[in-house]
């Protein structure tokens, strides 16, 4: 298999034919274990690492021993910061760390690719002739557009930044638009439907076979 066949739409959304992609590129057998290993990866590297919690010995205050040792029949105490106490510390709470893993890039290019292949061997990888072209944000025009294509959940890959297209798709909780540059296995996956703009297949082609 040379080419694997998807749908072509026109600026409505609505389908005008077929197109051949590579089949080295949308044509890669998805694997399971691969794709959670680098959706693991790209969410490992967005976590903050900032939760922090203290210890008993950065508590302020417990330095005194709150009641004798012995005599006063209750149970024995060294310092109301102790973990057991309510405003004590914590036992191995969380300190800030960086979660963030080596991944190898031919791994993460793969990835990439499989990520596509999911999408277009489903039928839910579409490529645009262009997307709505708008002079000023309107939500309205993207829920027309994904209407056309019966669906609410749409991830549009363009070749450069289009800020008027991602105002305008930015109050809509599952849609949202990439430049090739930020394209990923994550936003791939969290979409139902993936729609390319057909001036970005070769930035798409050039960046998966460097």
């Known amino acids: ?4 066949k998807v749908k072509l739409i026109d600026g409505q959304g609505k389908i005008v034919g077929d197109i051949g992609l590579p089949a080295d590129i949308y044509g890669v057998e998805p694997k399971v274990g691969l794709l959670h290993e680098v ?43 102790a973990p057991q106490w309510v405003g004590g510390g914590v036992v191995h709470g969380p ?12 791994v993460r290019r793969l990835g990439l690719k499989m990520s596509l292949a999911t999408r277009a061997l489903t039928g839910n990888l579409f490529v645009a002739t262009e997307f709505p072209k708008l002079e000023k944000p309107k939500t309205k025009e993207i829920l027309n ?4 294509l019966g669906t609410d959940s749409a991830l549009f890959i363009v ?5 008027v ?12 638009v990439l430049a090739v540059e930020g394209l990923n ?3 791939v996956l969290n979409h ?12 798409i082609e050039e960046r998966l076979r460097r």
């Open 165 to 176: 297209l991602e105002a305008s798709a930015r109050n809509l909780p599952k849609v949202k």
């Open 39 to 81: 959706v693991r990866w790209q969410m490992a590297r967005w976590r903050a690492g900032t939760a922090c919690t203290k210890t008993r010995g950065e508590v302020r205050g417990g330095g005194r021993k709150p009641w004798p040792q012995k005599h006063t029949g209750r149970a024995r105490q060294g310092s109301i910061r």
């Open 185 to 187: 296995v994550y936003d």
């Open 95 to 106: 300190k800030p760390r960086d979660y963030e893993f080596k991944l190898n890039k031919k």
């Open 159 to 163: 070749p450069e930044r289009d800020l």
């Open 192 to 203: 139902e439907k993936l729609i390319i703009e057909q001036s970005a297949l070769p930035k």
């Open 145 to 148: 557009y994904l209407s056309n």
């Open 1 to 4: 298999m040379s080419e694997v």
